[in-house]
């Protein structure tokens, strides 16, 4: 079966940098759709990005994590890995990703519907 498994948060000081890593597996990593995702105490579930195979592995990002966020992926390691620089204090929250497997779309969207197999979560504290 299709499992998916975060890794990677902790805490961390304003200005400073993570790197969490999503592993999937039970598919292989051709037709598919990886999505970030983040919620913060007391807030919605917030997509902040995603990248698929239809693409060329291509990133999509909320506006709001731009320039900051930045998604990629091993597929030989089944690994797709979302890089977080200059975090603020805002940035804490729970960190999950998810797939979509099969996916045949154009442009991946990262929001919570489209997707069906979701990791456990992993926390990112911003805190000085």
């Known amino acids: 079966q299709v499992q998916v498994v975060e890794s990677g948060g902790g805490l961390v000081q304003p200005g400073g940098s993570l790197r969490l890593s999503c592993v999937v597996s039970g598919f292989t990593m051709d037709y598919y759709a990886i999505g970030w995702f983040r919620q913060a105490p007391g807030n919605l579930r917030e997509g902040v990005g995603c990248?698929?195979?239809?693409?060329?592995?291509?990133?999509h990002y909320a506006d709001s994590v731009k320039g900051r966020f930045t998604i990629s992926g091993d597929i030989a390691k089944n690994t797709v890995y979302l890089q977080i620089d200059s975090l603020k204090p805002e940035d804490t929250a729970v960190y999950s990703c998810a797939a979509r497997y099969p996916w045949y779309g154009d442009t991946c969207i990262a929001e919570v519907h489209e997707y069906d197999y979701w990791g456990q979560g992993t926390q990112v504290t911003v805190s000085s």
């Open positions: 990248i698929s195979s239809r693409d060329d592995r291509f990133a």
